[in-house]
């Protein structure tokens, strides 16, 4: 269970407050309601792009990390296609720090145009170095805008290509930033040893300040329901081939979202998993071979990904997979088996509420999908899933019909 209050300042920017007595840290978490599947087609890579450009100086404060360093504090931040997140542990004492630097810069980014030279040779760098230029880089690149039709997310959060993030112009990033980064589009939350008249004291005097921006009115196109099959063979040079079958599955908040994270379990989770057991070790099928989801807010994808084993023939392999996939279908699993799973899950819940950056973000990221209780609704949900709604679960995803088979073949081996 983790406590905590709440409150919204008059700018629209969402408060919460946990107190955690048992550490010295504190951490300032603020999640922004932006991702990859926020930007324009053409321009693509935007929210990355910001992850880069907001530890880039604002007005006041020059070097973002230089005054955090000198009062022992730690940042960083991640994109992906739903949201932005930046973070800040420092020691109680200094945590005014943390507001000052992140109050600053969600007022007045410092828009340079040495600052965006910078940034968009780093990000063009990465999008080479991990995207291009890695074996297996390119994979979701080339998975994303098969599968998906119409839903921006059909790009990755580095963005389409590199292309959109050389021709951004500063009214571009601009116009991005004063559209998303403002606080009624963001939720903080401050873990450790604090009170909430002391974060509304320190909120009012550093946030409240700051303007309220435009609403965050999304409309984005649905994606709609696949009606046949996908194949696609690619050839790299890379050490092995990699098999990754890929299934329309519901969005983030539908209950068939925890069964599904269920399955993924069930399927490849822990030694005793049935892939591990029977396509890992039994049948040397794959060297590995995984299932898992995405946890997109929107309907999202069930992913089954594994490295085929040398002179194993791709296609037997696909085959058992569909087997172990069937079964799920076929038979009711066990009551063991399902509590095995559950209670993995259970001590994994466990372990991220243990640090209070975890905790921060888990009521971050609950607050923004819904509201912020659900960080101790989520385990009962689990809990209540019974094996008749993995069977009905299985019959509804894995069908040939909503399946991306993708053969990425070794031509080492070819």
Known sequence: MINYE??????????????????????????????ARDEDENKTGFAHLFEHLMFGGSVNIPNFDEPLQRVGGENNAFTNNDVTNYYITVPKNNLETAFWLESDRMLS?????????????????????????????????????????????????????????E??????????????????????????NVETQEIKLLSEKWFAGIPKGPENNRNLPVEPKQKEAQFLVVERNVPSSMLIIAFHMSDRMSREYYTANLISDVLSSGNSSRFNQKLVKELQLFSDLDAYILGSFD???????????????IK???????????????????????????????????????GVL??????????????????????DIYNSIQAIEIQELAKK????????????????NL
């Not at 409150?7 to 309601?33: Q, W």
């Not at 069930?302 to 040398?310: A, D, I, K, T, Y």
């Not at 799973?341 to 243990?354: G, R």
């Not at 975890?358 to 385990?379: H, I, P, T």
């Open 6 to 35: 709440k409150f919204t300042l008059d700018n629209g920017l969402k408060v919460i407050v946990h107190k955690d007595e048992s550490t010295p840290i504190v951490a300032l978490n603020i999640l922004y309601n932006v991702g």
């Open 109 to 165: 980014l410092a828009f340079s145009e040495k600052s965006l030279e910078v940034q968009r040779n780093v990000v063009i760098e990465e999008f080479k170095q991990r995207y291009l230029n890695q074996p297996y880089g390119d994979l979701w690149l080339i998975l994303r805008p098969w599968i998906y039709k119409v839903h921006p997310y059909k790009w990755a959060t580095i963005g389409k290509e590199i292309s959109h993030i």
């Open 167 to 192: 021709n951004a112009t500063m009214d571009d990033v601009k116009s991005f930033f004063h559209k998303f980064y403002c606080p009624n589009n963001a939720v903080m939350v401050v873990a450790g």
């Open 299 to 313: 309907n999202g994808l069930f992913v089954v990904s594994g490295m085929v084993s040398e002179n194993i023939d």
């Open 316 to 354: 037997e392999a696909e085959e058992k997979v569909w087997f172990e996939l069937l079964a799920l279908q076929n038979d009711l699993i066990s009551e063991n088996e399902l509590n095995k799973v559950k209670n993995k899950l259970e001590s994994q819940q466990m372990l991220s509420e243990l």
């Open 358 to 379: 975890d905790k921060a973000m888990n009521l971050a990221f609950a607050e923004l999908l819904k509201d912020a209780s659900m960080v101790n609704e989520e385990l």
């Open 397 to 412: 995803i894995f069908r040939k019909e909503n399946s991306n088979t993708l053969h990425y073949l070794s031509n080492q």
